[in-house]
């Protein structure tokens, strides 16, 4: 095994956690809202399905395959050829997956802070900065997780609480107007941040106690997709129809906040503790990366191809989109039938093939 590093259960949910929902606070509520205007709130909940889909078809897998990963695996159920190729498929996704993270993250420092700093001199300072985690391997991730997940999920937590004088309940009425439709079509985009759980397949191998792994994942799952719900209803009480052009509303409902006179203009504060859960994201996307091809390519170890390719994520990240309002719109669009297809539709394959070998086997 090229990974001897082991983390526990709730390590691997807070890794996982991160891969999520780093990005789809961000994201996600002004996407949903451009389907689902005020049902924003539900869209999370129907995307629920493709999260546990996922989390037992992952878990099922590597029942039948134990301390094996999805590239590892693909051999063993397809045989060599067609498992090579399948294992190619997805971590070519992967690297456009961690590319997109990476411009996402990029584009908000730069329209938020750096405004005359050129985007791949952003993208370099933090792939750079994460190559340190991934080098370090699978048990920095789970200590960093450790350490900076509880801050961020408390500072969502809190922006809201702080705003409860500002927020108007009735912004959420009515509740379906149109019928089920809108908040269905909005969920296109959650459905894809939630098949983001096959993930879980380069980290299952790694539990210092694999008889809670399903458990933890579940766990996962649920709180990712109550903090999407929260984070929606939040936005819906404080913006109100609005939403629907507002393309940053966590970091604008952050500008609101205002403690008597001596306690406003938090919004730095926001993107510094939000900072530490996107570098266990994307730490987190570069490492099962660099594991995934290490382990196609047979290498003995993820650390020789560490810095060729945190190269490749900076470029693919700029290539990825022509611009910001494109990355945006395709968001909404194209990019989650991508993520559907190869994050669900492939484990899907995998294990079907699987257990029709399995019961042949018997047989």
Same mark, same amino acid.
């Given at each position: ?11 691997? +949910? ?22 689902? $205007? ?53 971590? %070519? ?8 993270? %990476? ?8 329209? +938020? ?9 952003v993208t370099g300072g933090i792939a750079l900065t994460c190559a340190f985690a991934v080098h370090g391997g699978i048990e920095v991730l789970g200590r960093c997780a450790i350490i900076f997940l509880p801050i961020v999920l408390v500072l969502y937590l809190i922006i809201y609480l702080f705003l409860i004088p500002d927020l108007n309940v009735k912004n959420i009425f009515p509740i379906m107007e149109y019928g089920w439709i809108p908040s269905i079509k909005g969920s296109l985009a959650p459905h894809a941040w939630l ?10 191998? %790694? ?7 399903? $458990?933890? *994942?579940?766990? *996962? ?32 409902? +952050? ?14 504060? &926001? ?8 570098? &266990? ?38 290539? *990825? ?37 399995? $019961?042949?086997? $018997? +047989?």
């Amino acid at each position: 095994m090229i990974e001897k590093g082991k983390i526990s259960p709730f390590q691997m +949910a807070l890794i996982i956690y991160a891969v999520v929902v780093g990005t789809a606070i961000l994201y996600i509520p002004f996407i949903t809202a451009q389907h689902a $205007k005020r049902d924003l709130w539900l869209s999370p909940i129907w995307a629920a399905l493709s999260g546990f889909l996922i989390v037992f078809i992952i878990t099922k897998l590597y029942k039948l395959y134990p301390k094996k990963t999805l590239v590892e695996y693909s051999e063993l159920i397809l045989g060599r050829t067609l498992g090579k190729i399948i294992g190619f498929i997805f971590l %070519f996704f992967l690297l456009y997956d961690t590319a997109i993270a %990476f411009r996402e993250y990029g584009e908000f420092v730069e329209s +938020a802070f750096l405004h005359k700093t050129p985007l791949v001199v952003v993208t370099g300072g933090i792939a750079l900065t994460c190559a340190f985690a991934v080098h370090g391997g699978i048990e920095v991730l789970g200590r960093c997780a450790i350490i900076f997940l509880p801050i961020v999920l408390v500072l969502y937590l809190i922006i809201y609480l702080f705003l409860i004088p500002d927020l108007n309940v009735k912004n959420i009425f009515p509740i379906m107007e149109y019928g089920w439709i809108p908040s269905i079509k909005g969920s296109l985009a959650p459905h894809a941040w939630l098949s983001q759980f096959s993930l879980l397949s380069f980290l299952l191998p %790694f539990l210092s106690d694999e008889t809670k792994g399903m $458990k933890w *994942s579940i766990l *996962s799952v649920s709180v990712s997709v109550m903090t999407m719900v929260y984070i929606n209803l939040g936005n819906i009480f404080l913006f109100g129809g609005i939403i629907t052009s507002t393309q940053f509303p966590v970091f604008q409902a +952050a500008r609101y906040i205002s403690i008597g006179s001596i306690f406003e203009h938090v919004e730095s504060i &926001v993107i510094a503790v939000w900072v530490l859960g996107g570098f &266990v994201q994307l730490s987190a996307f570069f490492y099962m990366l660099v594991l995934g091809t290490s382990q196609w390519l047979k290498l003995h170890s993820h650390k020789p191809i560490i810095l060729p390719f945190g190269f490749l994520i900076i470029l693919f990240s700029v290539w *990825s989109a022509s611009s910001f309002q494109e990355m945006i719109r395709s968001m909404g669009t194209t990019t989650p039938f991508y993520f559907i297809t190869i994050q669900l539709l492939i484990p899907m394959l995998l294990l079907f093939v699987a257990v029709i070998r399995e $019961k042949l086997r $018997k +047989a």
